[in-house]
C-alpha cells in the first residue's frame, strides 16, 4: 500500500525534473524542456478529457431527455466521439470568400490557445501543478475573459449576419457575467487569505470552503457556478451560438478542424470553470474529512488526490450538463436583467457578508 | 423588496423542479424510451391505433366483408382505392354486385383513415405493418381481396 502511495504525479514530476537536472547540464535548457514535456503532457490529457467530455455530454443529454444516446460505435457508443473528430478531419476548412481571412483563421487558436492557459495554475493533485504563480485566481480570471476577443473576433471576420449577433452577444454576456465571477471568486480569496492556487488548497485542510464557510460561501458557489456557465456560453446561457434563432452563431461559417478548435475549446473550458469551482470551494485535491473520526479520514487520505480533484470536477461538469438539458434558453433582456438586479447585488453583499465573517473569525 | 426577494425564492424553486425532474430521468434508466428498431424487429409491437396501411381481413374459408359499395372509395381524398366491380349470379337466378378486384395504392395512400371509417360492412382495417419499402413502384400497388375470395355469409 506504501508503495502505491508513493508513486504520485508530484513524484513523477520530480523524478523527470531530477534527471532532467542529472542529465543536463544548463539550468536554461532544462526549464525550456520541462516546459515543452508540460505542454505535451497537457495536450494528451486534454484530447482525451475532450473526448470523453463530449461523451459523457451526449449520454447525459440522452438519458435526462428519456433516450439511449450513442450506442451505435464501440462498446455502449464510447467511439462516437472518435468517429465524430475523424469525420471533421477529413472535411473541407472552407474559408468564406468575403471574410477577413487573416482574423478568421485567427480565431479558433486565440479561443483554443487562452482555455489551455487557464489549466496553467489549477493543481491536478497534490504538489502537481505546471505554474503555481502567486496571483492564480486573477490569472485565471483574467485570462478567461480574453477568450471573448477569440469570439468576436470569429463573429466580426465571418462577415455574417448571424455570426455577428452571435459575437455581439456573447461579448455583452461575458462583459457582464465576469463581475460576478470575480466576486464569487473574492469572497474565497478573503476567506484563504492568498491568490495563489496552493494556498487556497492548502486554506481547506481542516474543512472545505463550502463547509467551513456557512451560508455566504454557498451563495456565492451558486453564483460562481451561474455566472460561470455564462461566461463559458452554455445553455440557458448559449446565446452567443443559439442554433435555432442563429444557426451556430459565431462558429457558422466554420468547418472542419476549425469548427472542432472550437468544440475542443467549449469543452476545455467546461473543465477549466469546473476544476476552478473545485479548487476554490470544495478543496481541490483535498480528501473530504469528517471531524475527529479518525478511521474514516485515514481511510479518506488513502484515496489518491488526483482521483479526489477529478471526482469533484466531474461532479460540477455533470452540474453544468444538468442545467443545459434541463433549462430553457434566457432572451437577451432576461439575461442582463439576472446579472445586473439579481446576481450583481446578490455578490456585493455576499462579499461583505463574507468579509465580515473572515474579520471576525466566524468561520471555523 | 419583498417582490425581489419572492421572485429570487419561487424562480429557485422552480429551477430545482427542473432539475429534479431530469435527475429523475437521468437516474431511472428504465423510462427510455427509445424502441432500437431493427434489434427488436421480433419483439417489436406497435400500438392499436397505428395505421400502417389498408388490409381487408379474410376468415378461414377465404372469405371477406366487401360488398363492393364503394363508399370508401368515394370516401379516399387522393383516389388511392379503387374498386372493380362485376355481376355475380346468385343462386335463385338474380344478379348481385360484387368485387372483382380492390386495387389499394399505397404509394397514394396518407394514412388518413377516412376509408375505414366510411366503410358500412367493417371489410377494410388498418394494419400494423410499417415496412413497405420496395425497390419498383408497381409493387405498391396491391389487390387486397385475396384469390378466389367471396363475400362472407350474410354481409349486405
New interface residues.
Given amino acids: 500500500m506504501k508503495l502505491i502511495l508513493d508513486i504520485s504525479f508530484s513524484s513523477f514530476a520530480t523524478g523527470i525534473h531530477e534527471w532532467l537536472v542529472g542529465a543536463i547540464h544548463s539550468e536554461g535548457l532544462v526549464k525550456v524542456i520541462e516546459m515543452v514535456i508540460a505542454g505535451l503532457a497537457l495536450l494528451v490529457f486534454l484530447v482525451p478529457l475532450c473526448f470523453f467530455l463530449g461523451y459523457m455530454e451526449r449520454k ?1 443529454a440522452a ?6 444516446g450513442p ?1 451505435r460505435v464501440g462498446p455502449k457508443g464510447s467511439l462516437q466521439i472518435v468517429a465524430d473528430t475523424v469525420k471533421l478531419l477529413f472535411k473541407e476548412g472552407l474559408t468564406p470568400n468575403a471574410s477577413d481571412k487573416f482574423l478568421f483563421n485567427l480565431a479558433p487558436v486565440i479561443v483554443v490557445v487562452t482555455s489551455m492557459l487557464v489549466m496553467a495554475p489549477i493543481a491536478f493533485a497534490k504538489n502537481f501543478q505546471i505554474w503555481d504563480i502567486s496571483i492564480g485566481v486573477l490569472y485565471v480570471s483574467s485570462i478567461s475573459s480574453i477568450a471573448v476577443i477569440g469570439i468576436l473576433m470569429a463573429g466580426w471576420s465571418s462577415n455574417n449576419k448571424y455570426s455577428l449577433l452571435g459575437a455581439m452577444r456573447s461579448g455583452a454576456q461575458i462583459v457582464s457575467y465576469e463581475l460576478s465571477v470575480g466576486l464569487s471568486l473574492i469572497s474565497i480569496v478573503i476567506l484563504a487569505g492568498s491568490l495563489r492556487m496552493s494556498d487556497i488548497v492548502m486554506s481547506q485542510e481542516n474543512g472545505w470552503w463550502i463547509f467551513k464557510g456557512h451560508i455566504p460561501v454557498l451563495i456565492s458557489f451558486v453564483i460562481f457556478l451561474i455566472a460561470s456557465t455564462a461566461e463559458i456560453n452554455r445553455a440557458p446561457f448559449d446565446l452567443a451560438e443559439a442554433e435555432q434563432e442563429l444557426t451556430a452563431g459565431f462558429h457558422t461559417e466554420y468547418s472542419g478542424m476549425k469548427f472542432a478548435m472550437f468544440l475542443l475549446a467549449e469543452y476545455i473550458n467546461l473543465f477549466v470553470v469546473s476544476a476552478i469551482a473545485a479548487t476554490l470551494f470544495l478543496g481541490g485535491w483535498m480528501p473530504f474529512h469528517i471531524g475527529h473520526w479518525h478511521t474514516f479520514n485515514f481511510v479518506m487520505d488513502y484515496i489518491p488526490s488526483s482521483i479526489w480533484f477529478l471526482g469533484k470536477t466531474f461532479a460540477i461538469i455533470f452540474i453544468i450538463m ?2 443545459r ?3 430553457p434558453r434566457l432572451r437577451v433582456d432576461q439575461l442582463l436583467t439576472l446579472e445586473w438586479k ?1 446576481l450583481l447585488p446578490i455578490s456585493m453583499v455576499n462579499v461583505i457578508l463574507v468579509t465580515v465573517m473572515a474579520i471576525m473569525g466566524w468561520h471555523f | 423588496m419583498k417582490e425581489y426577494f419572492g421572485t ?1 425564492f419561487r424562480s429557485v424553486r422552480s ?1 430545482l423542479k ?2 429534479k ?3 429523475y ?2 437516474t431511472h ?1 428504465k ?4 424502441e ?1 428498431y431493427p434489434d427488436n424487429r421480433a419483439t417489436l409491437t406497435m400500438f392499436d391505433r397505428f395505421k400502417g396501411e389498408v388490409t381487408m381481413p379474410h376468415d378461414e374459408n377465404n372469405e371477406h366483408r366487401c360488398t363492393g359499395c364503394q363508399a370508401c372509395e368515394i370516401a379516399c381524398p387522393n383516389g388511392t382505392i379503387k374498386i372493380i366491380t362485376k355481376q355475380e349470379l346468385q343462386p335463385d337466378g338474380k344478379k348481385k354486385k360484387a368485387i372483382d378486384t380492390f386495387v389499394y395504392h399505397l404509394e397514394l395512400c396518407t394514412m388518413c383513415n377516412l376509408c375505414v371509417v366510411a366503410c358500412p360492412s367493417d371489410a377494410i382495417v388498418m394494419g400494423q405493418s410499417f415496412e413497405h419499402s420496395v425497390y419498383d413502384k408497381k409493387q405498391l400497388k396491391k389487390v387486397l381481396n385475396l384469390p378466389g375470395s367471396k363475400i362472407m355469409e350474410g354481409v349486405e
Fill in positions: 447525459v438519458f435526462m431527455q428519456v433516450r439511449l450506442n444538468q442545467f438539458w434541463t433549462f439579481y | 429570487i429551477l427542473g432539475m425532474l431530469t435527475g430521468y437521468f434508466p423510462e427510455i424510451q427509445t432500437e
